[in-house]
């Protein structure tokens, strides 16, 4: 400290300054209150430390909250997705037995239509048709048929003959025997009933046709 008067260093707390004798107590009390500031700022300073550590602990609680939070709902997400999983490949097996289900729908259709396939197949075996066009009598509607291709028939065939003059014109049957017969050829389009049916619509050919293969049945007694 210096001596307000004469300049010269004097010691701090001193009341007079040896050199020159002038007081120095408002030097002293100018100094102790600069000391009372610095201490004063050095509580302050220490009291903002002080509660800057407490603010980083309550930062770091913070933190700590915020993680755990953010791993609750990370866990809950997982949960989550895995009952939607679960819910979709339920959804799957539900599907899955849906498809099983029209599968073996399908396959007894499949059977039924092959079994009613089959009849019609085995019938049309019986009957023998003797050419590609699946006529037993391919042109009986353009020409008269001979006794001797009706002798080269079974009593059968002789039948269907008969019958297939009616179906070429779309005539349906009371018998489901014949009915099944002319439902496998690929030519017939049964669509007429039978009450209803009208022989006037048979050209000549067929007309004269049906009455020489009635009268055949007759005399070989295929009604009876």
Not at 91 to 119: A, C, F, G, M, R
């Amino acid at each position: 400290m210096y001596c307000g008067k004469c300049g010269k260093i004097i010691s701090n707390f001193t009341c007079f300054c040896p050199n020159c004798g002038e007081p120095v107590e408002e030097q002293n009390k100018e100094l102790i209150d600069n000391s009372n500031i610095i201490s004063n700022a050095n509580y302050h300073s220490n009291l903002n430390e002080q509660d800057s550590k407490k603010k980083i602990k309550w930062k770091d609680k913070y933190t700590y909250i915020a993680i755990v939070v953010t791993i609750i709902f990370a866990v809950a997400i997982g949960i989550t997705i895995r009952v939607v999983k679960s819910n979709d490949e339920s959804e799957e097996d539900s599907e899955i037995t849906t498809v099983s289900s029209e599968n073996t729908t399908n396959t007894l259709k499949y059977n039924y239509t092959n079994t009613t396939s089959n009849t019609s197949t085995n019938l049309s075996n019986n009957y023998n048709s003797i050419n590609s066009t699946q006529y037993i009598l391919p042109d009986s509607d353009k020409r008269l048929v001979t006794r001797e291709e009706l002798q080269r028939l079974t009593k059968e065939q002789v039948r269907m003959a008969c019958n297939e003059l009616y179906a070429r014109h779309g005539r349906r049957f009371q018998s489901a025997e014949i009915q099944a017969y002319f439902d496998s050829m690929p030519w017939y389009r049964g669509s007429v009933e039978p009450n209803l049916f009208n022989e006037d619509v048979f050209n000549e050919f067929e007309k004269q046709n049906k009455d020489i293969i009635v009268m055949y049945e007759k005399e070989m007694h295929y009604n009876e």
